[in-house]
């Protein structure tokens, strides 16, 4: 008999997390995985708990359970946390740039103090990532000389200058109207062209239903309902039907 290939492991997984701020139970046996090369959505209230789930896969929270993303095991205190951000990328509704740098040093950075890179190499590196997100002619232009769009598109440049495996996007829209949110959805659907493995938290749903593999929809601390894309239109919580059914799927 023909032995099976096995399959290779996820590259993020969430097994039973929890995470409490005080007395608030915000993440409540969360569970779910990423292959490689997938984009999942995570979705829900405000208050459901999809940020936080998300920033524990960059160990930004300390967490009980199990996750483990590219191989590292986050939620171990010894965790090599300059390792693990150079394997996943974060990018969030706020820009983070620094403003007294140009966008050139703003990308350069961290590839030169953490991996080390020669300045020359850094500097072809920041061209090549913002020549991804359409602004390689900011490049010697300052964050306030750049629109909110612009700032998040060459805050997406900076996390990408570091070749991460998994990029995370918070909310990355929601301090934009929707001319530069449709300027950055395009880059992000772009990477997803690319291969990139991409988790997000969303409230696109029109953006989440074209883009995302997979749908994880979280309601008070819970992996509620999760599936491909069509349970956005073929739901089967009611939780889930109410959520779909505010107006939140329009595109």
Same mark, same amino acid.
């Given at each position: 008999?023909? !032995? ?17 701020? +005080? ?14 090369? #997938? ?7 405000? %208050?459901? %708990? ?10 930004? #929270?300390?967490?009980? %359970? ?12 010894? &965790? ?11 990018? =969030? ?19 030169? @103090?953490?991996?080390?890179?020669? $300045? ?8 090549? &990532? ?5 602004? #390689? #002619? ?5 964050? /306030?000389?750049?629109? +909110?769009? !612009? ?27 929707? /001319? ?20 997000? &938290? ?14 994880? =929809?979280?309601?008070? %601390?819970?992996?509620?309902? $999760? +599936?491909? @894309? ?14 779909? +059914? ?6």
């Amino acid at each position: 008999m023909q !032995q099976s290939t096995p399959s290779p492991e996820p590259i993020v997984s969430l097994r039973d997390v929890q995470k409490s701020f +005080g007395p608030l139970r915000v993440l409540d046996g969360v569970s779910f995985a990423v292959e490689r090369g #997938e984009v999942l959505a995570l979705i829900g209230r405000s %208050g459901s %708990g999809k940020s936080t789930a998300l920033r524990c896969i960059d160990r930004f #929270e300390k967490v009980g %359970g199990e996750i483990v993303v590219c191989g590292h095991r986050v939620d171990r205190p010894d &965790v090599d946390l300059r390792a693990l951000r150079q394997d996943v990328g974060i990018v =969030f509704q706020s820009y983070n740039l620094f403003p007294h740098l140009t966008i050139e040093q703003n990308i350069t950075l961290a590839p030169c @103090a953490v991996k080390g890179m020669a $300045t020359s190499q850094a500097k072809d590196l920041a061209r090549k &990532v913002l020549a991804q997100v359409g602004l #390689e #002619e900011k490049l010697l232009a300052y964050p /306030e000389q750049l629109s +909110g769009g !612009q700032q998040q598109r060459a805050a997406i440049a900076r996390s990408l200058a570091m070749q991460p495996k998994v990029m995370l996007f918070d909310e990355v829209t929601s301090a934009l109207d929707p /001319e530069l949110t449709a300027e950055v959805l395009r880059v992000i659907e772009q990477l997803a062209a690319d291969g990139m493995t991409m988790v997000m &938290v969303t409230h696109e749903m029109g953006f989440a239903k074209g883009i995302a593999d997979r749908i994880v =929809f979280m309601h008070r %601390g819970k992996v509620h309902e $999760t +599936g491909p @894309a069509s349970i956005l239109t073929s739901p089967t919580t009611p939780e889930l039907t109410q959520f779909v +059914g505010t107006g939140n799927l329009k595109s």
